[in-house]
T-cell receptor
């Protein structure tokens, strides 16, 4: 069975500092990995994905994530945080044999001015 | 930018009643999904739909649930006899086929279902 762990309920970062939101996964085949962001009263918004190729993937709003197969991790990063990045972030995984995404519980990212 | 839309935004119903949640997918998308999120819990996959049939369903998607695309545009989720535990936010998601956007699921804003 697929699973995703986001070990931090909340991450606090000062504006302008780099941010990392952690994600580890478990899947039987090759993983397809995703990050989504949710703002209050809005749906989940796609940020970026890893399917194959370069381990470092770049996405929307300056976010990037690094796929690490040996550590089964896919941490979300941004070099310089903005207050507007404050939101709920979800990591998700699927594999070739499953259509549905398996989500982590989400991490609240709070960027302090 | 095209978006997935869902109606209604909030539905209140009594236990045992039938509800239909509606989704309008992005126009060139071919894969359709329903997820739910019970308050305070993870987003959970319910069902995927492709080529007018269910391609995958989770253990949650029992006989009380059904999906269809009745008119080639709307994608609906029906719960035949709602239970208190069906109270959740229900998200529709859609995905294109092929190209650089492969495997990217785009979510609607959700329908909050409250069963009393």
């Amino acid at each position: 069975a697929q699973s995703v762990a986001q070990p931090e309920d909340q991450v606090n970062v000062a504006e302008g500092n780099p941010l990392t939101v952690k994600c580890t996964y478990s899947v039987s085949g090759n993983p397809y990995l995703f990050w989504y962001v949710q703002y209050p009263n809005r749906g989940l918004q796609f940020l970026l994905k890893y399917i194959t190729g370069d381990n470092l993937v770049k996405g929307s709003y300056g976010f990037e994530a690094e796929f690490n197969k040996s550590q089964t991790s896919f941490h979300l990063k941004k070099p310089s945080a903005l207050v507007s990045d404050s939101a709920l972030y979800f990591c998700a995984v699927r594999d070739l044999f499953n259509d549905g995404l398996t989500f982590g519980k989400g991490t609240h990212l709070i960027i302090q001015p | 930018e095209p978006e997935v839309t869902q109606t209604p935004s909030h539905q209140v119903t009594q236990m045992g009643q039938e509800v239909i949640l509606r989704c309008v997918p992005i126009s060139n998308h071919l894969y359709f999904y329903w997820y739910r999120q019970i308050l305070g819990q993870k987003v959970e996959f319910l069902v995927s739909f492709y080529n007018n049939e269910i391609s995958e369903k989770s253990e949650i998607f029992d006989d009380q649930f059904s999906v269809e695309r009745p008119d080639g545009s709307n994608f609906t989720l029906k719960i035949r006899s709602t239970k208190l535990e069906d109270s959740a936010m229900y998200f529709c998601a859609t995905e294109t086929s092929g190209g650089s956007s492969s495997y990217e699921q785009y979510f609607g804003p959700g329908t909050r279902l409250t069963v009393t």
